[in-house]
Structure formats: structure tokens, C-alpha cells
């Protein structure tokens, strides 16, 4: 199995991939950008939208619009044909601090919209990243969870009824799984899934595979790891650069495993592909990503 470059699309950190099963595309941002981009299966071309702040995180509102976590807050965007979105705040957010974004986001299978912040300046290692949950008719944005660096990896079991969640900073390194609520919407009985630090790479986003295995990409380490439902290394797949982002399920059948990554700065003599945009076939398939509810 084999890593092919899709895009070389050289983003700073491309994050959230997203299939859109209707459109046959994969949708993704590029964080530091603020771009929303758009890759199309049919004929390869390439389309991107300007943000007007920092874009982390989107889901799709199955109405041509996304639901997509910023900097100050939640926000419902809508590309336009001139490559802007069009922008209206569903929900402002009080960070613990300034200096603070949103980072990896998701639908749960009931359509309500996670996502956590976190302190950009990662060598602060400061635990004042938190959780947030919306879902229709919400007007503010309450802490669900706290005490976290990089909150990363958000993920839910097939059944919804497992909330995965990671920090991804490299004191802490961890995966916890949650039972979950599906009518409310709240996670408990939190418990150690993975510790990564004996595995290479950090935990970074994830994705949910038809027989409930979670796939996170080791960051730092070019490698995509499987685990099973009871916390055991299944497999590990490697990617041509070092620091694979986020991984979610595509293609006509849902078994082509798309990655986004990060080019970091420096000499990257050594990995010319970084920031790429890549797709393995492991083999398995995916789940349909949840459209956000508007």
C-alpha cells in the first residue's frame, strides 16, 4: 500500500478533510490561509475560497454551506463565485486567553457540531484548550470539556454512541474514549484509550473506519496508525512527509483514505511533498461524514 499525492497543495496546515458524497469531492482547509479548497474526483480540478479569519475546522450543512470553527467563534459559511464565503456567526467564543483558535471540529452522528481551541503558541504548553458543542437553535457555545493543550482527534464510533477525542502536545500525547449520550449530546465515563507516547508520531485528527477501528495520523512521525475498537495497534501506514494532519474516508465507495499535511518551515530537502494532500487504499471502508443541521 502506497501514499499517491493528489494535490501537492503545499498548505501550512491543510486539516479537516471532508467527502462530500453528492458532489464526489474532497473539501479541506488550509488553517493559516484561512481557504476552504475543493478537490473534484470527476476531472481533478482544484477550487479554493478566502475566509475572512483563520479557518480550523468545517462540516457540511448538506445545503452548499459549512458550519466552520475560526478564530473568534463558530461560523456558518457559503462560498461565493468570486472565491470569498460569506460569513454569518452562529457563535462567539470567550477564550481563556489571547492568541487562541479553534482546531479540529466535527459533526457527531446526530449532527450537532464539536470543536475544540487552543493556544497557538504550542511551546506555552498551556491547558487552556477546551471543547464546545453547538446543534440547531443553540445560542451560545458552553464549555463541554477543559483542561486540554491541543485538543485533537475528535472522532465518533459508528453507532455514535463512542466519543474518541486526543491531545496531541508533546507532554501529553493521549487518546480517550467517552461513553456518549446520542439524545443529549454529552460525554462521560471519559478513560484512556491509547497512550501514544510509546508509538511513533503524535496524535493528530482521526477517522472512523465501517468496523469501528480509528484512524489517527502520527504527526512528526509520517505514519498513519489503526486502532481497534479495544485500544490495540492494528496497523500503520506510511505517508512521504512527516507530518500527516488529518485523515478522513472517500472516493466512489468510501474506501479510498484521503490525508491532509503540514509544511512546516525549514529545509524540507528531505520531504519536497510536505503540505500535500494524499490517498491511500487501506483496504476498508469509511462512513459517510454528518452534515451539521441547520
Not at 474526483?41 to 475546522?57: H, N, T, V
Request: net charge negative.
Amino acid at each position: 500500500m502506497s501514499a499517491e499525492l493528489i494535490v501537492d497543495a503545499r498548505n501550512g496546515v491543510g486539516e479537516s478533510p471532508v467527502w462530500s458524497v453528492a458532489e464526489q469531492a474532497l473539501y479541506w482547509v488550509d488553517i493559516p490561509a484561512g481557504q476552504l479548497q475543493r478537490w473534484s474526483l470527476a476531472d481533478g480540478s482544484l477550487r479554493s475560497w478566502q475566509a475572512p479569519e483563520m479557518l480550523a475546522c468545517v462540516a457540511a450543512d448538506g445545503q452548499g454551506g459549512w458550519v466552520a470553527g475560526l478564530e473568534s467563534g463558530l461560523f456558518h459559511l457559503k462560498p461565493q463565485t468570486d472565491g470569498s464565503l460569506s460569513h454569518q456567526l452562529l457563535a462567539g467564543v470567550t477564550h481563556a486567553q489571547p492568541g487562541m483558535r479553534f482546531n479540529d471540529g466535527r459533526c457527531d452522528r446526530q449532527g450537532r457540531f464539536w470543536a475544540g481551541t487552543m493556544l497557538m503558541d504550542m511551546a506555552a504548553a498551556a491547558p487552556v484548550g477546551a471543547m464546545y458543542r453547538y446543534g440547531t437553535g443553540d445560542q451560545a457555545l458552553p464549555v463541554q470539556l477543559d483542561g486540554l493543550i491541543v485538543p485533537n482527534g475528535l472522532a465518533f464510533s459508528p453507532d455514535g454512541k463512542t466519543l474518541y477525542l486526543s491531545d496531541s502536545h508533546p507532554d501529553v500525547q493521549k487518546i480517550w474514549a467517552f461513553d456518549y449520550d446520542t439524545d443529549s449530546g454529552r460525554p462521560h465515563n471519559r478513560r484512556l484509550f491509547v497512550d501514544m507516547q510509546p508509538h511513533p508520531g503524535r496524535p493528530d485528527g482521526a477517522a472512523i473506519d465501517v468496523d469501528g477501528c480509528y484512524w489517527i495520523c502520527g504527526n512528526d512521525a509520517g505514519l498513519i496508525h489503526r486502532f481497534t475498537p479495544d485500544g490495540r495497534l492494528d496497523r500503520s501506514v506510511a505517508v512521504p512527509v512527516k507530518k500527516p494532519a488529518m485523515c478522513a474516508f472517500g472516493g466512489a465507495n468510501l474506501d479510498t483514505l484521503f490525508v491532509t499535511s503540514i509544511r512546516p518551515g525549514g529545509d524540507l530537502s528531505d520531504q519536497p511533498l510536505a503540505g500535500g494532500l494524499f490517498a491511500l487504499t487501506p483496504g476498508v471502508q469509511g462512513l459517510a461524514e454528518p452534515t451539521f443541521r441547520l
